[in-house]
């Protein structure tokens, strides 16, 4: 007869099927940002993390194994894929405002303008990031569940069995929170192209090359004024001429 105090056995499920599309992705068009190495590292993370799990459990290294797939694990798996979407995302519109910019013939100095600085990075950080919201309290359930798995024995077998569902319910909705990133991203994309497409419509100002003009054409015009008898000379202007060409008359 089993002893009913030893401690059951840490079984980590399968998460794959969990993730859903985190794993398969979805159709995009052409001309989509492409976040499938995002995707990919994220996934594979967890996927990774499951396995180091199983490892560390079948040493019974119990409080390891849990920490594996623990909430830390997720929000930091989270938080990289965040930060990577964020990068690919100025990145490209970066790329957008350039060639606009350079296409309408904007000075280097005004281009440099349209940087993208450290708050605006943080803010659209912050904004991807809110597409996994809905995953806090479900890693904060997980996190619970896990103190009752790491003591469970044949006593209160439940306690293994609800922590197996909360990493289940979490792959679940870590794919929700990406699939939520992506519209995010879509959004993102779409406020940066109506950007580009004011930079593309910028246009040089033109008083610079007016005042150019005036300060050469005025000066030739009084001159032809007075060449032609129009205009009297200027006593100065008699005097200059006079110093300056005097001698040789």
Do not use: C, H
Not at 232 to 247: C, I, K, T
């Amino acid at each position: 007869m089993s002893n009913p105090n030893l401690l059951l056995p840490l079984r980590i499920p399968e998460l794959g099927p969990s993730l859903g599309k985190l794993v398969t992705g979805t159709p995009r068009p052409s001309d989509w940002l492409p976040l499938d190495t995002v995707r990919y590292r994220l996934a594979t993370r967890i996927v990774n993390g499951a396995g180091e799990a199983r490892r560390l459990a079948a040493n019974e290294e119990r409080a390891g194994a849990l920490a594996a797939v623990g909430r830390e694990a997720w929000q930091e798996a989270w938080r990289e894929a965040v930060s990577s979407a964020a990068d690919l995302v100025l990145g490209r519109m970066a790329e957008q405002l350039e060639a606009e910019a350079v296409a309408v013939g904007m000075s280097r100095g005004r281009r440099a303008q349209l940087g993208v600085g450290v708050a605006e990075r943080q803010a659209l950080v912050a904004r991807l990031g809110s597409a996994g919201s809905d995953l806090v309290p479900i890693l904060d359930e997980l996190d619970e569940r896990a103190t009752g798995a790491l003591q469970a024995t044949a006593r209160n077998r439940g306690a293994v069995e609800a922590w197996q569902e909360s990493l289940k319910v979490a792959a679940r909705q870590l794919e929700a929170a990406w699939l939520a990133l992506e519209q995010t991203v879509s959004r993102e994309e779409s406020r940066w192209r109506a950007v580009a497409d004011q930079v593309a419509s910028w246009r040089k100002p033109l008083w610079p090359v007016g005042l150019i003009g005036a300060l050469v054409l005025l000066p030739t015009l009084w001159l032809g004024l007075i060449l032609g008898g129009y205009v009297d000379v200027p006593s100065w202007l008699r005097s200059a001429w006079s110093a300056v060409f005097g001698r040789w008359l």
